[in-house]
């Protein structure tokens, strides 16, 4: 379960008129090249926001039951999944993460592996932080 906290230092990014309440290039999560690569349609962004941690956690535990196998096929179709999505939503580090975990697949070390997707879990955790923080900011700002 995430922690919930809050940051309401968030700079304002002025997009075709409208004032958007987004982290310019975070670590975590680049909303403003989300938003620019969507036409700035915050409405499709939350709801992406919303499906796409799920998708790719579901991905993270195709790897973790790959690894168990030892499935070199199945390490390399998911992860391969979850550095697209993860590199369209802009999930920098997540994406550099995946990186370096397809590039540990034909060491096949099942420690650095399990250590690699052990990372990219706890850095999936800081991008739903980052949506929760953003989704909250966004709601309070409707008030």
Same mark, same amino acid.
């Given at each position: ?47 992406? +926001?919303?499906?796409?941690? #799920? @998708? %790719? ?6 790897? !973790?039951?790959? $690894?168990?196998? =030892? *499935? ?14 993860? +590199?369209?939503?802009?999930? #920098? @580090? %997540? ?6 975990? !397809?590039?540990? $697949?034909?060491? =096949? *070390? ?34």
């Amino acid at each position: 379960m995430i922690n919930k906290f809050l940051n309401t230092d968030y700079p304002q990014i002025v997009s075709a008129g409208t004032e958007h309440p987004v982290k310019k290039l975070n670590q975590h999560l680049d909303l403003e090249n989300l938003l620019e690569n969507l036409d700035s349609e915050v409405d499709v962004v939350m709801d992406l +926001l919303k499906i796409i941690p #799920k @998708q %790719l956690l579901n991905d993270m535990n195709s790897l !973790e039951e790959a $690894i168990r196998r =030892n *499935n070199v096929i199945g390490l390399k179709y998911s992860i391969h999944n979850l550095i697209g999505v993860s +590199l369209n939503m802009y999930f #920098k @580090q %997540l994406t550099e993460l995946a990186r370096m975990f !397809e590039l540990e $697949i034909e060491n =096949n *070390n099942r420690q650095v592996l399990n250590e690699l997707l052990a990372e990219m879990v706890l850095e999936m955790k800081m991008v739903e932080q980052e949506i929760a923080d953003f989704e909250i900011q966004r709601t309070n700002r409707a008030v």
